[in-house]
Each structure stands twice: as C-alpha cells, then as structure tokens.
C-alpha cells in the first residue's frame, strides 16, 4: 500500500481535517480501495510528525463519514461498503458520550423480562385490576364535551391552572410553586438539565431510584452515594461525606423508598435537613409513593419540614392512579419554578391538557381520594400475602416488611448472583428487578425488587413459590428445597 499524504498548507484548517481531507483524496482516485488497510494511528502520526489524537480525530471524521471502519484484530480499513453507502452515519461516533456511555445492563434485564406470559413482579407499577377505568372514561367524556375547545388549544407551560391550583392546596404552597410536568421523569430530567453540568457531584442514596440515576449520569453527573438501610439513608454518613465532597444536590426517596421500601423517621428528616441547611445544598424530594401509605407512621415530608427552601419537591399521579395519565408535578420557589418552566419550553410546550384536565375533575369530585382509600387495603393484603409467601417458599431472603409503596426488597442468601437467579426465575416464568440497576456503583448482586401489587394473594404465593424453587437451582444446598417440594412444582 502506498499512502502520500499531502497536507496542504495551512490555511484555517485544523489539522486532522486536512488529513482527513487528504485520505479522501485518495479514496476518491482510487489510489486506496475498498479493504485496504491503512497505517495504525500512532504509525501515521509518527510519519506525519503530528499527535496521535489528530489522526484519531481524522479516521475518526473518515469513519463517520462512512469511508473506512475499524474492527477489532483487523485495525482500520477502507470501507467494502459500496460508494452510494458512504455518506451513512455511523450512529455510534455522532452520538454524544452522555448517549453512549449509558449502561446496556438496563435494557438487558427488560429484554429478559420481556417473556410473554411472565408473572412479573418486576415493575413499579400499581394494578391495572384497579385502575379506575370506567369513572375516568365518564369524565374524559365530561371534560371534551364541555371544555373541548378550551382544552384541545394551547395549555400554560407550567400547567392547566385549575389542576396547578389543587396541587398546590394539596402541598401547601401557592400555584405559581408547582410545575406539572409529563410524568415526575420529566421534573426529574429539568432538575438534572438545569443544576448539573458536566462533571459536577450528585448526592443520592445508595440504593435509589435507577430512574433518576439515568437522568442523572444522562446530564453528566458524578454521583456520589450514601447507604440506605431499612430506616433510610444513613444521615452520619451523608453529614461525613458533605464534609469532603462540594455537591450539586441530594437526591432522596424518603417515604417508602424505591426500592427498599424504607420511612426515614421526622427526627432523621429534621436531621437531614438541617445538614444540607449548613451547606446550602438543594434536597431533591421524590414523594411517588406517598399516598400508598398502609401502616405505620404517618411521617410529613421534607418539603414541610423545611425553613430555608432547600426542598425541590417531586411527586405523581401515576403511582396513585396510573402511569398512563404522564401527570407529575414539581414543587420550588417560584423563581425557580420560571426558570425551569423557560428550561422545559423547550423540551414539549405543556403537559397533555386533556390528560390534565381530566384529571383535575377526578381530583375535584374527590375521586382521587376515595380511589386511594379503595386500593390501600388491597396492597396491603398484597403485601402480607408476599411476605408470608417469602417466609414459606424462600426461608433465605432477608427482608422487612414496609408501611408502604409498592416493594418488597430482599437480600439472597451468600453467594447466590440476583442476575443469575433472574436467569432461572424466568425460566419458571416469574420476574423481578435485580438489584444492581438501584446503585450508581458496584453493589447490590446480592438483592432483588419484587412489587407486590401487581397480582392477586393466590398468585403472589405460586409466584413466590416459584421464585423458592429457581434459588434451589441456583444454590443446590439451599433451604427453600424443603418447603417448594416437587410436588409443588405444578402451581
Ligand atoms: C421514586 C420514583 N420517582 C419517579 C418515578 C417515575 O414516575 P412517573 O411515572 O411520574 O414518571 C418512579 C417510577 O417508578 C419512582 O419509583
């Protein structure tokens, strides 16, 4: 192979553009063709006299452009693609690290959840059995009927005000405090899109939501993790660690945690916050679950707890109704309320008015409440059927039972993988969340998420029976064996 790069004189060109352009030069009369080799980078710059990262910079150009690709044992190559197919992105260089960094383990683990016919205790959800369907159907009805036109026209970007209003009553602040946003997702990705560059340090507990991990990592966070226990985050730990590290945030689940399940107490809230008061620092308070309330304590939140407007309250209809709806809602000061409305704008306009509008009659004739009244004694039955399940078919797990949400979180047995017992719980046809996805670093193998509110008691216990029966695979000794015999085996 004979490579003459020329690079012309320097006009206002970088460099690794004219070898780029001289390589192109070269593709295009043929005198380099489709399978040739080229020289590695570092031999090339070498030649050149230049850095090695300037000709990355131009392969880098040339394989986006479609004329040569790497692969690996091979080195780079002149593209086989045929001339028409050169101008084809390659999707993996024009992607942004942010993009490409994100971790495939997610989407793995969906992918095995996606198993039709799996008696899922994977996702978050509340029970579709329960959604009030028909009553929302009547007043979807109501509201196009008679504020049709006024709903199917622009909405304000910080929401429909009536249901702005009716939030804010609800958390005791005024409306222009509350922002509705698509879902508390997207309250969660403003937050991270305005308060974190690059770089810069997120505080969360450890485990946590793995949804506002991804938001996020997405925005470039370090994150920087406090343990969480059956009583909530560790309050010492957080307070020794905001001694050495400058953080952007703290991000917290402090009522009935995702995914352990965990009530941190009013005294440790009292704590936290008078920690984060001494540095100044913005608590995130994600309140999902707090209607799902079924004993216990009844502990206020944060937000209410807090006299120096540290709390950037988050919270949902979709664990009290459904998730379908996208309605959540953020709670700040207004001025910061203005500049994330301004932020979000961009991003879809409004929240589905017709969605909110709904939803503000289903609040207004005290549907919401008597829905949460309905459904808590139906979790919480759920809930009782899963723990006396777990203690009947899998004697191993280590677990509390919450007041509250949606979750049962439990700890395996030493030495038993929760990704390589999904392997086998899925083989019987049950899943769950492994608990690697609930922390930023390593951790959490040992552990699973099962939310009990998605099956009936009578199912739950065949599920956890088989659940008893895919530990036995996976750990021969263990001692579910003797409660899951074989004759168990038909559920
Ligand atoms: C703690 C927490 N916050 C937020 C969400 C997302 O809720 P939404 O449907 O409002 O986006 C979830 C959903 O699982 C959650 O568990």
Known sequence: MSLAIRLEPAGGEPLHIRIADSLRGQFEHGALGPGDPLPTSRDLARDLGVSRSTVVRAYEQLTREGWIEGRVGRGTRVSDRPTSAKGRPNWDLLLTERVRGQSPEYADVLRMLSEPDLLSFAGGLPSPEFYPEESFQQITSDVLRHQGTKLLQWCPVDGYPPLRSWIAERVGCEPDSVL???????ALHLISQAFVEPGDTVVVEAPTYSGALRAFRTAGARIVSIPCGPEGIDVDRLEATLG???????????????PTGSLLSTEKRRRLLAVCAQHGLPVVEDDAYATLRYDGPHVPTLRSLDDHELVLYVSTFSKAIFPGLRVGWLAAPPELVRRLSALRNVIDLFTNSIAQGSLYEFCKRGLLEAHIQRVRPLYAERRDAMAAALRRYCPSLQFEVPHGGLFIWAQLPAGIDSRRLLEEAVELGIGFMVGSLFFAEE???DRIRLCF???SPEMIAAGIRKLGLALKQVRPDAEE?????????IV
Do not use: E, F, M
């Open 481 to 489: 064996w003797r409660n899951a015999g074989a004759d168990d085996l």
């Open 244 to 258: 050495r590290v400058r953080a952007k945030l703290l991000y917290v689940v402090p009522t009935y945690h995702n």
């Open 180 to 186: 509705i946003s698509s879902g508390s997702t997207q």
């Open 453 to 455: 509110a998605c099956h």
């Open 443 to 445: 951790g959490g193998r």
